[in-house]
């Protein structure tokens, strides 16, 4: 029996963003809340709502409109994939998104930030070669990383922050 085939979701950015942060795909959470990081456990929301001193807002609207107005765009380095269950290490039959038009769309983006192992290897793999901006990889922030904990995932996270000023 093969693997469900899954999408992603369409990017969230502007021309003003400067900075894009790209996930693997979505899990099977994010995909029933209809939005990226979707899971309760998932530690991305609190940790860019720590860094920014906003908050994001539960809703899939209120999420958009804070990453708009925090000049963060948002999407993941695969536009779908086959994969069986939320593991990034269970994508089968990638197909990539299209990051360069993205970044050509977006002027004043000004870094690239990897959520994880698996965003990083995809991105380095499809995207790296042709999208001219520093590109850099961060822990997951899923809870299935629990690698130090929440407290070493917002130290790393910190990175974000010289490019949103």
């Avoid at 804070?66 to 086959?82: G, K, N, Q, V």
């Avoid at 990539?96 to 698996?118: E, H, I, K, W, Y």
């Avoid at 822990?139 to 917002?154: E, F, H, Q, V």
Wanted: glycine share 8%; aromatic share 10%; charged share 20%.
């Amino acid at each position: 029996m093969s693997e469900p085939r899954i999408s992603s979701f369409s990017p969230v950015c502007s021309p003003e963003s400067r900075v894009l942060i790209l996930g693997t795909m979505a899990s099977p959470a994010s995909l029933r809340a209809g939005f990226f990081y979707g899971h309760p456990q998932n530690a991305f929301w609190r940790i860019l709502a720590e860094l920014t001193g906003d908050d994001p807002g539960p809703s899939p609207a209120e999420k958009r409109a804070f990453l708009l107005r925090r000049r963060i765009a948002l999407w993941d380095t695969l536009e779908s994939c086959a994969r069986e269950g939320a593991l990034d290490s269970a994508i089968r039959d990638e197909h990539p998104s299209d990051v360069t038009g993205l970044a050509a769309r977006c002027p004043a983006l000004r870094a690239v930030f990897l959520n994880g192992g698996a965003a990083l290897r995809f991105y380095k793999k499809y995207h790296a070669p042709r999208v001219a901006l520093p590109y850099f990889g961060l822990p997951s922030t899923s809870p299935a990383n629990a690698r130090g904990g929440y407290a070493a995932k917002l130290s790393a996270w910190r990175a974000l922050l010289p490019y949103l000023g």
